[in-house]
């Protein structure tokens, strides 16, 4: 099942919110619209019966596993430059692993295959999607 944007952003697709960043040949900036796309396409990819919820603040994408729940489980950033990449991401540590409300563990990258190993241990380890066989099938793909 592709990812779906949460209803209170729901006037415009994750898609084309990030294709608005993708910057113009004259542009100086990094790309965060190119990286992001990646990332919604392996979400898409892998995720056939796992609803997975999007909501943007900024340029992050925040993953969240309802469409009503206030706290999101991994947040995930992206950039792209002629002279780096970047991937960052986080999630929150589950109540019963946090040392106190609210922790998180924090990464990064500049290598997409590795950013994709990330992305399932961050959702694994958050706890937003237990018992999930699509995802416990990735992690044993990734270990």
């Given at each position: 099942?592709p990812?779906?944007r949460?209803?209170e952003q729901?006037?415009q697709?994750l898609?084309d919110?990030?294709?608005e960043?993708i910057?113009?040949?004259e542009?100086?900036?990094g ?8 990332v919604?396409?392996?979400l ?6 796992t609803?997975?919820y999007?909501l ?7 993953l ?6 206030d706290?999101?489980y ?13 991937f960052?991401i986080?999630?929150v540590?589950p109540?019963d692993?946090s040392?106190w409300?609210?922790?998180v563990v924090?990464g990064?990258t ?8 990330m992305i399932?241990?961050s959702m694994?380890e958050s706890?937003g999607w237990?018992?999930?066989?699509e995802?416990?099938?990735?992690v044993?793909?990734?270990k």
């Amino acid at each position: 099942m592709p990812i779906i944007r949460r209803s209170e952003q729901k006037r415009q697709t994750l898609e084309d919110f990030y294709k608005e960043f993708i910057p113009k040949p004259e542009d100086a900036f990094g790309d965060v619209g190119t990286p992001m796309l990646e990332v919604l396409d392996f979400l898409n990819l892998s995720f056939e019966n796992t609803i997975v919820y999007g909501l943007t603040s900024h340029d992050h994408l925040l993953l969240f596993n309802s469409d009503k729940s206030d706290d999101y489980y991994v947040s995930i950033v992206g950039y792209k430059s002629k002279y780096y990449n970047e991937f960052i991401i986080e999630y929150v540590l589950p109540s019963d692993k946090s040392p106190w409300e609210g922790a998180v563990v924090r990464g990064g990258t500049a290598e997409w295959e590795d950013f994709k190993k990330m992305i399932i241990i961050s959702m694994t380890e958050s706890g937003g999607w237990k018992n999930n066989p699509e995802l416990e099938e990735y992690v044993k793909n990734y270990k």
